[in-house]
Nanobody, 124 residues
Framework: QVQLVESGGGLVQAGGSLRLSCAAS????????MGWFRQAPGKDREFVAAINWSGITTYADSVKGRFTISRDNANTVYLQMDSLKPEDTAVYYC???????????????????WGQGTQVTVSS
């Protein structure tokens, strides 16, 4: 049974930092691409960042240069978020894609498993 559990969300002032973690179980973690998505109230879920099995990363333009995705050998993927803005406020979701793509996908439809989400709130 696949489980993705996010943690690290919270309330932070604009300009601050947070680090999200996603612990994966029930998957062959090393062969999966892992992604972070977010969903603000009344909006569609949108791509934030992803990292594939070989360490190649992709980012949404809105977070490029401020967010960093990484993964370790202990079945955990991270999202370091710096220089946070009020518009980064959303529920952040971790997702897993079992395809061994050369470049990790930015499409919600390509991800097979999802976590329950963690709230990030950035105050101005």
């Amino acid at each position: 049974q696949v489980q993705l559990v996010e943690s690290g969300g919270g309330l932070v002032q604009a300009g601050g930092s947070l680090r999200l973690s996603c612990a994966a179980s029930g998957v062959t973690f090393s062969s999966y691409a892992m992604g972070w998505f977010r969903q603000a109230p009344g909006k569609d879920r949108e791509f934030v960042a992803a990292i594939n099995w070989s360490g190649i990363t992709t980012y949404a333009d809105s977070v490029k240069g401020r967010f960093t995705i990484s993964r370790d050998n202990a079945n955990t993927v991270y999202l370091q978020m710096d220089s946070l803005k009020p518009e980064d406020t959303a529920v952040y979701y971790c997702a897993a894609d079992r395809r061994r793509s050369v470049v990790p996908s930015f499409s919600v439809y390509d991800y097979d498993h999802w976590g329950q989400g963690t709230q990030v709130t950035v105050s101005s």
